[in-house]
């Protein structure tokens, strides 16, 4: 509790003073100290102030009498004591009836009350009140300590200031993430990530007030300490610091043990996760025994989804961040993976997901039955959750999709990934039985003579294009997919019909194969095909980067 009105007022030397206005709030009203005033105010007043005077001059004056009373209130004072007798024999009922509609705590003192008695004892009074209080703090701190030395969770600690402050208490970690709250309190994540972002130390939710403290060690943010109080105000809150900052080092320790532990099993977690992928155990029952010691289910059916971030350094510099970008990945990387957890649990299903080097390594638990269904409602839930300027390509191995097919579905999700950045660019998905013609074709362009047909007909196209500027690869994909529609490939083209058989003409001469023969056609249609595939020209943030996809 903080030092108030009615503890000045319960002082001895006190007997005899009469309240006349806001006697409400003599159990709020804070005092922090004491001064003897007359006018004019000016900036002698200080906030919380305990204010002694004689009214002199205000005595025979109500305008000056309000001017002096308005300005005291506004000055933040807690409380003005006027002295009756010589100057002022009867305080007007003008004036009190003012006071009460500031809800300003008015007194009146008896003529022979000692203005340095009364100044003294109420500075005893504080000084002992502080010193009451330190002692309550340090005992508060020790019985935390004792309390994480004893393997109370952070939990006991919460409700042990919750008793103290008279306020629901929330613990966070410094992404915002809960680690402990007491038996009253229920603050949203919406409400959490709110006061995180605002530089002051309060904000009002309906008729409670949200306060935050920070939990640092070392100069390093491990989290903040958020206390909920009905009817409070930040003065309230100064009041109680003192008791707060002892707490922080020893919810310091829990959290810095939570967070040790949370890393530890995180690592080992994502261990265990690429090790399924890369097929990397020695037996199916080391396999079994490890995911029942991390509580996985493996004996579900899953479905591999690899997905890519293409712009995390431009979401980097919007957001200004102060951190280096190292510290600030490694900060998104965490969020991700909470958020994983949240979009699959929003539509009910098991997760066994990581982040890593830009790409997330994540396995669905799905009916065999709506794989690609599921797949999909869980990437827009996943999506929603992430920075809403993220690109993000996927790729889902559904052919794979089962009871421990692990590994075969991590290869067929990184080969849909890949094609499908190559075939659309950034920021596209595509499923493993998407790419099942691209595969056959893959395999046929290993042999030598693909390779050399695939260099004979589209390398002369490509170095043709790169000394004259003449698109020659797009006109032929637009020609084939218009299947030889003169008309139609003009209009998707955007080219005057002469210019487009310019071109056509250009393609035939320069890989000797006529267009109007099927054979012909077919086989610069395959090594269209092959070419998206290899080598993919991508646009990212308007800067031309050539990227070889070698699969």
Same mark, same amino acid.
């Given at each position: ?250 919810? @310091? $320790?829990?959290?810095?043990?939570? =967070? /040790? *532990? +949370? %890393?530890? &099993?995180? #690592? ?6 690429? @090790? $399924?992928?890369?097929?990397?155990? =020695? /037996? *199916? +029952? %080391?396999? &079994?025994? #490890? ?21 995390? #350094? ?238």
């Amino acid at each position: 509790m903080s030092y108030t009105l009615k503890n000045v007022l319960s002082i001895p030397v006190m007997t005899g003073a009469k309240v006349l206005t806001a006697k409400e709030k003599i159990d709020t009203s804070h005092v922090q100290s004491v001064s003897v005033i007359e006018m004019p105010v000016e900036d002698f007043v200080r906030k919380n102030e305990f204010v002694l005077t004689t009214a002199i001059g205000c005595g025979e004056n109500p305008a000056f009498f309000r001017t002096f009373v308005h300005d005291v209130f506004h000055a933040g004072a807690a409380a003005l004591a006027i002295a009756i007798g010589r100057h002022v024999k009867k305080i007007p009922n003008e004036i009190i009836e003012y006071a009460k509609s500031l809800h300003f705590p008015l007194i009146e003192l008896p003529w022979e009350m000692r203005f340095s008695d009364i100044t003294r004892s109420i500075l005893e009074s504080i000084y002992n009140w502080e010193q009451q209080t330190q002692t309550k703090a340090d005992s508060t701190q020790r019985s935390l300590l004792n309390m994480y030395l004893c393997g109370k969770s952070i939990d006991d600690a919460a409700n042990l200031l919750e008793t103290e402050i008279s306020g629901a208490v929330t613990i966070v970690n410094g992404d915002g993430y809960v680690k402990g709250r007491s038996t009253q309190a229920n603050l949203s994540k919406e409400a959490i990530n709110s006061l995180l972002k605002l530089p002051s130390k309060e904000m009002a939710i309906g008729k409670s007030i949200l306060f935050k403290m920070t939990i640092e060690t070392n100069q390093k943010l491990l989290g903040y300490i958020l206390i909920t109080k009905e009817s409070s105000s930040l003065d309230e809150f100064m009041f109680q610091s003192l008791l707060l900052e002892q707490a922080t080092m020893p919810l @310091s $320790l829990w959290l810095q043990h939570s =967070e /040790s *532990s +949370e %890393a530890t &099993l995180v #690592k080992i977690k994502e261990d265990f996760i690429w @090790s $399924l992928a890369k097929e990397e155990f =020695e /037996s *199916s +029952e %080391a396999v &079994l025994n #490890k995911a029942h010691a991390l509580s996985f289910n493996i004996r579900k059916p899953y479905v591999c989804l690899i997905g890519q971030i293409e712009n995390s #350094k431009q979401l980097f510099e919007q957001e200004h961040s102060e951190d280096p970008y190292e510290d600030w990945i490694k900060k998104w990387e965490r969020t991700l993976q909470h958020e994983m957890s949240s979009a699959a649990a929003s539509i009910n299903r098991d997760i066994l997901g990581t982040y890593r080097n830009g790409r997330f390594l994540i396995y669905l638990q799905v009916p065999l039955d709506h794989i690609r269904q599921i797949a999909y409602d869980f990437l827009d839930a996943l999506e929603k959750r992430v920075h809403h300027k993220a690109i993000i390509s996927w790729g889902i191995g559904e052919n794979q999709a089962g009871i421990q097919t692990f590994s075969e579905g991590y290869k067929d999700a990184r080969t849909a990934l890949e094609i499908v950045r190559a075939q659309h660019g950034p920021g596209h998905r595509g499923t493993y039985a998407d790419t099942e013609l691209y595969n056959v074709l893959l395999s046929i362009s290993l042999s030598t003579e693909a390779q050399k047909t695939l260099h004979s007909l589209l390398y002369s196209l490509v170095d043709y294009e790169q000394k004259r500027g003449l698109d020659l690869i797009d006109t032929l994909t637009a020609y084939i997919a218009n299947f030889g529609n003169i008309s139609q490939t003009s209009r998707a083209l955007n080219l005057h019909r002469q210019s487009l058989l310019y071109r056509l003409k250009k393609i035939e001469s320069l890989t000797g194969k006529s267009l109007t023969d099927p054979d012909d056609l077919l086989l610069l249609h395959l090594s269209i095909k092959l070419w998206s595939i290899r080598f993919a020209i991508q646009y990212h943030q308007n800067e031309k980067e050539t990227v070889a996809l070698l699969l």
